[in-house]
C-alpha cells in the first residue's frame, strides 16, 4: 500500500487526500499514425506518478458513475520520422 498524503494538484488548484500507488508498467506501447505526405508519427503516454483520491475517511472514492478516482501525472511522447 501507498502512504497517504494531502497533495493540491495543478489541473484544477484543489487540495485531495490521495493515496500515492505503487505500480509496474506493464505495457507503453506507441500509437503510430501514416501521415499523407508519407511521414510517420509516433506518440505514448507514459504514467508518473498514479493517486488513488480518497474521501475525509481514507477510504477510495468514486466517480458518478460508480468508477474509482484516480489522478495520473503523466509524460507524452512524440516522435516524428
Avoid at 493540491?8 to 506493464?26: I, L, Q, S
Avoid at 501514416?34 to 475517511?57: C, H, P, Q, W
Amino acid at each position: 500500500m501507498g502512504k497517504i498524503v494531502e497533495k493540491t494538484f495543478p489541473h484544477d488548484g484543489v487540495t485531495r487526500k490521495v493515496m500515492e500507488m505503487d505500480y509496474v508498467a506493464d505495457k507503453e506501447e506507441w500509437s503510430v499514425y501514416k501521415l499523407e505526405d508519407g511521414s510517420t508519427v509516433r506518440m505514448r503516454v507514459t504514467a508518473g506518478k498514479i493517486y488513488r483520491v480518497l474521501d475525509n475517511d481514507s477510504n477510495p472514492q468514486f466517480n458518478p458513475d460508480g468508477d474509482p478516482f484516480f489522478i495520473v501525472t503523466h509524460s507524452i511522447q512524440i516522435v516524428s520520422s
